[in-house]
């Protein structure tokens, strides 16, 4: 398959205009040229984009998708009454085909607001892998000892929970261990081993609460969470830290030493009134920053958009500097930088990149005057502006359709079903 994009503004953070006008040919799940002239080759399908935005799709690093069924469960409430009287007793009654709906509903959600490609963290697996395979999405898929059963000594739990994965060139294995107050400091040392032996990424829920910090330096003679990991070994160059809040220059300086990358999730951590994450401290420590929606039962949507100009202006609040983080940076930590930290070969449209692409209805009153489009996306674009998602190569998405062998409205229809039973009291 060979497919010409003409007539488009190329996204391009590599220059100082940030635009290149030209055109863009896909063949098979790779972009193959970039050209600001005419072409005179065969095509087996042509899309003007008369004039609109192409860019990279969106890398969101935290998800938990098969949230989306949690939608709205509960809003007005700290982490802990959250997450252990509201969210893990939902949780406790999923079945095996409730995940795999709800992560269809995710990527529905993903494919609308331009998201390509995503790192997961859920349970039960084989759901999730059916799904993202039968729609075509890529994602690292998170496994670890979250799913632990008794008799199962750990070693032979992670090996089997890895080989569920399958990996592929859309999907690819993280060992997810989720965070230090929910997993025993015994499963992090076997994860940490098990994964340093056979060569595997980690990630991990890190410093997303005060509570988180403080239990842990009264548990740990006075170690910060950063501190506490280190010395259990957990960080290397492959991993990637969610949330990173509340962090102090030690921890930082930690990070940066390992080549740690964070995902930064601000929906979430103010939804749930977590923090501030102090991004600009990051830069300057030269981390690899991308940013994550986390789920939608503390979000609520999963919206790059909407993350972007989050991580922009709180960033220039909680110093009180505006000058800090630009449009140009957020837009790189929600592409590029992300596709580093998990490791897939896209982000930017490149010659040789796989073909995750975007395109952007810029031809609406909040995109004009059309200059400086970069400041545009990050603090006047919306996600409803996403007309066309590409993943790998192919159309998932366009004006309003989706392309990924599944009916929408019997995925909505199995969302509403699963709801009332799960909240049944
Ligand atoms: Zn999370």
């Known amino acids: 398959m060979k ?56 890398v969101d690093t935290h998800c938990h998708s098969p ?8 809003d007005d409430a700290p982490l802990d009454e959250w997450l252990y009287e509201n969210v893990i007793p939902c949780e406790n ?58 008799n199962v000594d750990n070693f032979t739990l992670l090996k089997n929970e890895k080989a569920i994965i399958e990996e592929s060139n859309l999907i690819k294995s993280v060992c997810f261990v989720h965070s230090i107050y929910t997993i025993n400091e015994k499963e992090i040392l076997e994860c940490v081993d098990y994964t340093a032996k056979n060569n595997i990424p980690r990630s991990i829920h890190l410093s997303e609460t005060l509570n988180e910090v ?47 990358s964070v995902s930064t999730c601000p929906s979430s951590n103010i939804k749930l009134a977590s923090g501030i994450a102090p991004i600009y ?32 202006t709180l960033s220039k609040v909680s ?16 592409t590029l930088n992300g596709a580093k930290a998990l490791g897939f070969d896209v982000g930017e449209i490149k010659v040789g990149k796989k073909a995750d692409i975007i395109l952007i209805n810029i031809n609406q009153p909040h995109y004009y005057p059309q200059v400086n489009l970069l400041s545009h996306l990050v603090y006047a674009g919306k996600s409803g502006d996403v007309y066309l998602t590409m993943v790998n190569g192919k159309i998932l998405y366009e004006n309003g359709k989706f392309h990924i062998g599944e009916d929408e409205n019997k995925i909505y229809e199995q969302i509403n079903k699963i709801r009332e039973r799960i909240t049944k009291k």
């Not at 799940?29 to 087996?44: G, R």
């Not at 110093?319 to 929600?334: F, G, H, N, T, W």
């Open 93 to 150: 009654k999923l079945t095996s085909e409730d995940v795999y709906w709800a992560e269809k509903l995710a990527i529905l959600e993903y494919l609308k607001a331009g998201i390509t490609c995503i790192e997961e963290g859920y349970f039960k697996n084989e759901s999730i892998v059916k799904a993202l395979k039968e729609c075509n999405f890529r994602a690292r898929v998170g496994f670890g000892p979250t799913t632990k059963t008794s």
């Open 214 to 260: 403080g239990d842990c330096t009264v548990k740990h003679n006075g170690k910060t969470p950063v501190q506490y990991l280190e010395d259990l070994g957990f960080f290397d160059r492959q991993t990637l830290c969610y949330h990173c809040v509340h962090m102090d220059k030690d921890d930082l300086q930690i990070l940066a030493d390992y080549n740690v």
């Open 3 to 58: 497919i010409l994009f003409k007539n488009a503004k190329i996204l391009n953070l590599d220059i100082k205009e940030g635009i290149i006008n030209g055109n863009v040919v896909v063949e098979n799940d790779t972009i193959s040229k970039i050209t600001t002239s005419a072409i005179n080759e065969d095509f087996d399908l042509v899309i003007d984009v008369k004039g609109n935005l192409l860019m990279p799709g969106f």
């Open 319 to 334: 110093i009180y500097d505006a000058s800090v983080v630009s449009a140009r940076e957020v837009l790189k930590m929600a």
């Open 67 to 74: 949230m989306t069924v949690l939608r709205g469960i509960c």
């Open 281 to 312: 401290a990051m830069q300057n420590k030269g981390i690899n920053i991308t940013i994550g929606t986390d789920g939608v039962a503390s979000n609520n949507s999963l919206d790059m958009f909407k993350e972007m100009f989050l991580v922009a």
